[in-house]
């Protein structure tokens, strides 16, 4: 009888694939995927390290898979990813109920990992310090839509922000080649994905750590080739390499999706040179200026941090400013939390968490006001939206929910279509915005 295998995989996309590896390895191995976490005998548990509220989100999930072992099947609990990473050892200290420890490059040996647990009867560690070699030869079960994927392009960071802890527990970047890359999407698009969500921690910087003329632009040129792609979005592109051929590529090729996520962090010189960015108020100002004037119209996405050490009342404002100046179509932003080891937490001038608080949400508020605008401005466009599922209005009649091009899955609003017919997840149909709100749109078919 096949043994049940159960996960959870916490944290970003770059985490969700890694967790699609190992559930595919697992697969191909005749463990049998189940939904249901108490009749799984071998959960893993994907673990994030980025934040605070990550660490303690995902000590708690695995403390709660941990209940399985007494009131459930499970025999092996797997604890993998960033928080392992990070803590190692400590943690088989402090949560003994788990069996197996996955680092963030040891993803490839959870199937050897969990067979030694199992011979052994002992507590295994899986700590590799080289990233895989051969990727595209590992099975991969995608847990997103069969029509949408993630697909990662490079591994670790070597950006060295202040605040951050990733290159310390993913390492220096190193990129994938173009071939597996290709191979990889190939195919994915022969089993019936459409949309691919290229990630990594700064995409931008994709092939220049292989120092063979290797570029961003260089793959996309590639992957627009292939048959079946449908759309293909861009996330995580740092501003310092955003150049002039990446932005020819993504206007000129009709697959790309006129959409890019620039996690820009803030704008204040003072607070960006302290961040260890590599770029300036006025270098961000003028890929901007130059994004906004492009033609077709690129929606713009970007990711800002409040309460920084150091981040004056000033330094505050001319956020804010910056904010209304550029009027984003997409923005997260998230409160400064000192990561243990990283020079950030060690600056004397840490800000109060009220005044952080306050400051995330003047940010949101403001920004909820330009989306409303901006969304409101698209009414009467007409675009091309994927179909995510069928949802009853409240007022009894059915509504096609999906995104169009310009919506990333996950972090952005959605679009609602009127009078769906036959439509259903996965299709892609030509429609007209009637109505916009500070998040979402609603739509009619054309």
């Known amino acids: ?119 052994k ?52 970047m190193h990129s994938r080649s173009i071939p597996s890359i290709v191979h990889e999407v190939r195919r994915l698009a022969a089993e019936g994905t459409r949309e691919f969500n290229l990630i990594a921690q700064d995409l931008s910087c994709y092939g220049r750590d292989l120092k063979n003329g290797t570029n961003l632009a260089a793959l996309l040129r590639e992957l627009v080739k292939i048959e079946g792609v449908k759309w293909i979005r861009l996330f995580y592109l740092y501003p310092t390499y955003f150049d002039d051929e ?15 996520d620039i996690p820009l962090q803030h704008i204040s010189d003072s607070v960006l040179q302290r961040m260890h960015r590599r770029d300036s108020s006025a270098s961000i100002r003028t890929l901007l200026h130059k994004l906004r004037a492009a033609s077709p119209r690129m929606t713009i996405r970007t990711t800002l941090m409040v309460g920084f050490p150091g981040e004056t009342e000033e330094d505050f404002k001319e956020l804010c400013d910056f904010i209304r100046e550029v009027r984003f179509d997409d923005m997260g932003a998230f409160k400064f939390s ?42 009467g466009v007409e675009t091309e939206a994927l179909v995510e599922e069928l949802v009853d209005d409240g ?18 609003g959605s679009v609602y279509i009127d009078n769906p017919g036959d439509l259903k997840p996965g299709d892609f149909v030509k429609v007209k ?14």
Not at 433 to 446: F, Q, T
């Open 433 to 446: 915005i009637v109505d916009g709100y500070a998040y979402d749109l609603i739509a009619e078919r054309i």
């Open 246 to 260: 990446l932005l020819d590529v993504i206007l000129k090729e009709d697959k790309i999706c006129k959409y890019v």
């Open 338 to 379: 000192p990561q243990d080891g990283t020079p950030a937490a060690r600056m004397t001038d840490q800000i109060e968490e009220d005044v952080k608080e306050n400051r995330y949400h003047e940010l949101m508020a403001i920004q909820a006001g330009i989306s409303e605008e901006n969304n409101e401005d698209l009414i």
């Open 121 to 172: 009867d002992e507590k295994v560690y899986s700590f590799d310090t080289n990233p895989c070699a051969n990727e595209e030869l590992i099975p991969r079960q995608t847990l997103t839509p069969k029509y949408s994927a993630y697909v990662k392009i490079a591994e670790g960071c070597s950006n060295g922000c202040t605040f951050c802890y990733i290159p310390y527990v993913r390492g220096p």
């Open 1 to 119: 009888m096949k043994k049940k295998l159960g996960f959870i995989s916490l944290g970003c996309s770059k985490n969700l694939v890694d967790t699609e590896m190992m559930v595919g390895i697992m697969e191909k191995a005749g463990y049998e995927l189940t939904e249901d976490l108490s009749e799984a005998q071998v959960i893993i548990i994907n673990t994030c390290t980025f934040i605070d509220p990550a660490k303690e989100e995902s000590v708690e999930t695995i403390l709660k898979a941990a209940e399985y072992k007494k009131t459930g099947k499970c025999e092996k609990l797997v604890a993998a990813g960033c928080l392992t990473q990070q803590y190692k050892e400590a943690l088989g200290k402090e949560i003994p109920e788990v069996d197996v420890f996955i680092g963030t490059d040891s993803w490839q040996h959870i199937l050897d990992a969990v067979n030694e647990s199992y011979e």
């Open 395 to 412: 007022e009894g009649h059915t509504q096609a929910k999906g995104r169009t091009a310009f919506q990333a899955p996950e972090v952005d």
